[in-house]
């Protein structure tokens, strides 16, 4: 991972909300799903060629009471997790 590395759903996978908890994501690809809640549907859906800081900036302003240092290491667990399991695509900036 760079700290400018760009971020994108893989196009493959399909996301199913199940609002107000979460969502479910499926990669077909990989034939596995990932369930994740609010937060983890929050990320999901500004993913689209977005830096991890980039993403923090914009979730500081929707969550209350969580510090930017405790946001940033939830953002980059949870997308290095998905980048793991090829739910997320990582790249390099243009």
Known sequence: MNRQSIYDQNPDV???PEEPEGGILYN???DTIELVNFTGLTIW???DGKSIPEI???MLGMFDG????????????FILHLVDKRFIKEREPA
Do not use: F, G, M, N
């Open 45 to 47: 859906r500004l993913l």
């Open 28 to 30: 077909p690809t990989e």
């Open 56 to 58: 923090v900036s914009e």
């Open 66 to 77: 969580i510090s930017e240092d405790a946001l940033k290491e939830d953002v980059t667990e």
């Open 14 to 16: 399909s996301c199913r």
